[in-house]
């Protein structure tokens, strides 16, 4: 780009960025979570199309690296809802998908729990690893899988954690044959 088009770029740029923002939306948000220490990163996008992070910790974020392992990497996850917003800092619209992620039925707090009854951290580990929801990936199968294994961990949590982890790994796994069998059926 010449120096002279780029002037004229420069002066342009702002005054379209204002256009676009005049009553309307100036940039969105999108939340994404960790599968496994549930971290929360809400990642801002402006219209100008710089983008910013912010995190936001909890129980579980603080208390799987002192339990689990000291550093991971983490395992991102979309959460189901997005937002734009106005100028002044007002949602304008918010967007929610029709496939809303499983391991969002288990609260931070739940997920501790359940760790701490699977006394085997590389089995707990993979087992959130596995719970990757879909909403990524926009695969059907899979988060039919990870909603119906979210289920059965809530329940166990909600009963006070009365089965032993190996039956409820051996209901997790059945629970992961009958979908993937039903839908070869079909
Ligand atoms: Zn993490």
Request: proline letters at 0%; charged letters at 30%; glycine letters at 6%.
């Given at each position: 780009m010449s120096a002279r088009a780029q002037i004229i770029f420069l002066s342009i740029f702002p005054i379209l960025v204002g256009l676009m923002s005049f009553g309307g939306e100036t940039h969105r948000r999108q939340f994404r979570y960790c599968a496994l220490c549930r971290i929360v990163r809400c990642d801002y996008k402006s219209v100008a199309g710089y983008g910013w992070s912010e995190f936001g910790i909890n129980e579980c974020s603080e208390w799987y690296p002192k339990n689990i392992e000291s550093t991971h990497e983490h395992v991102w996850q979309r959460s189901p809802s997005s937002a734009g917003f106005n100028r002044n800092g007002k949602p304008i619209w918010v967007a929610d998908s029709d496939r809303p992620g499983g391991l969002l039925l288990l609260t931070p707090a739940e997920q501790v729990a359940i760790y701490e009854h699977i006394t085997n951290a590389v089995e707990a580990k993979r087992l959130f690893v596995e719970m990757r929801s879909d909403a990524e990936t926009e695969n059907y199968d899979r988060h039919l899988v990870v909603r119906s294994k979210a289920h059965i961990l809530k329940d166990w949590s909600n009963s006070n954690f009365k089965r032993s982890?190996?039956?409820?790994?051996?209901?997790?796994?059945?629970?992961?044959?009958?979908?993937?069998?039903?839908?070869r059926a079909n």
């Open positions: 982890w190996g039956e409820i790994l051996a209901r997790l796994e059945e629970t992961e044959n009958l979908i993937v069998s039903s839908d």
